[in-house]
Every structure is written in C-alpha cells, then in structure tokens.
T-cell receptor
Framework: GAVVSQHPSRVICKSGTSVKIECRSL??????MFWYRQFPKKSLMLMAT?????????EQGVEKDKFLINHASLTLSTLTVTSAHPEDSSFYIC?????????????FGPGTRLLVL | AQSVTQLDSQVPVFEEAPVELRCNYS??????LFWYVQYPNQGLQLLLK??????LVKGINGFEAEFNKSQTSFHLRKPSVHISDTAEYFC???????????FGPGTRLSVLP
C-alpha cells in the first residue's frame, strides 16, 4: 500500500514552453501533497505544500506564478512549470500523506526529470 | 523549527563490513524521525521510521536505527552491507503532527567489492 506515481518520468522541452507533471496516490487518499526539487548530488528542497481543495503554500523563494500547483482531488496533484527555462532543469519529486500508513509518514513518487533546452 | 545534520557526505565501505550513517537533529518540540534511501535516478524509499515506543527501530533491507533523545541522534546501522546498498541516504525529521518535514543533506554510501 501507499504507492505514489508520477508522470512523466522524464521530459525534455524547449525554453519558453510549459510542462505539467502529475502526482497520483494510487491506493490511498492524499490529504496533503508535497512538491520537492532536487539538484544534482543535493538534498531535497521543499517547494510547496498542497492540501486537497485549497491553495498551495509555497516556501520562501519559490515563485508561485512560475510553479503552479493544483490539488483538485484526493488522489491527484499537478505541478506546472510555466515558461520553462534551462535553469528550471531539475529532478522534481512529489510526496503524499493521507489515509494510508502511519501519521506523519510521507510516501514519495519516483520523480520526474525535467530538461529544458 | 527543525533541522537535520548528516556529518558524513560520503561513506565508502567494503562489502560485508558494518556501516553506521550518522544523523543528528535539533528541535524544540517532539519529533518523528525517518531514514530514506534514494537509488540513482529514482525517488525516495522509506527505510524506517521512529514515531514512538521502542528506541531501536528495524527497517527494510537489514537496516536499523536507534533514537537517542539525550544526544538528539538517529544513527542508521547495518551489520553487513552489500554492493546493492550503494545509494544516497537521507535522514529526515518532522514534528509529531507530521508537519514541518525537513531533510538532511544526505550521505552517499559506496560499497566497494
């Protein structure tokens, strides 16, 4: 139980285009989802926290208009990187907490590698 | 606010040798503690967690960790490592509502033949 999927696993896009990444909880209801960004050989940096049906809470320094997060249902959250530029290239990972597993445990998706040319 | 320190950025060890990966944290409130493993180009997999109860926690793949409140530590150990244990290991802490989740910088474990 407590499986989280992400799609796509890898995406290459041209500079200036927008990219949408989906995060799904497959076998539980995710009341809260988290979006992280990971630079090469670095730890995870929390970008934002989203609760189902509410606006996401962004961490300091993360541009809300650039990284649009939607958590419209208890099993799906999306991250849209708008007008992507090469510096947005990174590994994006989502996680979820909810009705499965124990309180406080985050279950992670496999990540999405974004390359902006 | 919580913070996590992993003093060793890289730990090389020979196959079948024991290993300890260190994790220290600071927090003004009660915490939950986690260890995650990340294999190359993959997401994070939960190894083990401490929420309450016994301070010695056993996880998957033969790993265990001990919560030491007085030393604010949660070191990860394995008595005999395999080549397949080569990966990045992250210690993490949250408050005991599961909020304010913070990751350490990670320790790269390299198991040598």
């Amino acid at each position: 139980g407590a499986v989280v999927s992400q799609h796509p696993s890898r995406v290459i896009c041209k500079s200036g285009t927008s990219v949408k990444i989906e995060c799904r909880s497959l076998d539980f209801q995710a009341t809260t989802m988290f979006w992280y960004r990971q630079f090469p050989k670095k730890s995870l940096m929390l970008m934002a926290t989203s609760n189902e049906g509410s606006k996401a809470t962004y961490e300091q320094g993360v541009e809300k208009d650039k990284f649009l997060i939607n958590h419209a249902s208890l099993t799906l959250s999306t991250l849209t990187v708008t007008s992507a530029h090469p510096e947005d290239s990174s590994f994006y990972i989502c996680s979820a907490t909810g009705t499965s597993g124990e309180v406080g445990t985050q279950y992670f998706g496999p990540g999405t590698r974004l390359l902006v040319l | 606010a919580q913070s996590v320190t992993q003093l060793d950025s890289q730990v090389p060890v020979f196959e079948e040798a024991p290993v300890e990966l260190r994790c220290n944290y600071s927090s003004s409130v009660s915490v939950y503690l986690f260890w995650y493993v990340q294999y190359p180009n993959q997401g994070l997999q939960l190894l083990l967690k401490y929420l309450s109860g016994s301070t010695l926690v056993k996880g998957i793949n033969g790993f265990e960790a001990e919560f030491n409140k007085s030393q604010t530590s949660f070191h990860l150990r394995k008595p005999s490592v395999h080549i397949s244990d080569t990966a990045e290991y992250f210690c993490a802490v949250s408050d005991n509502y599961g909020q304010n989740f913070v990751f350490g910088p990670g320790t790269r474990l390299s198991v040598l033949p």
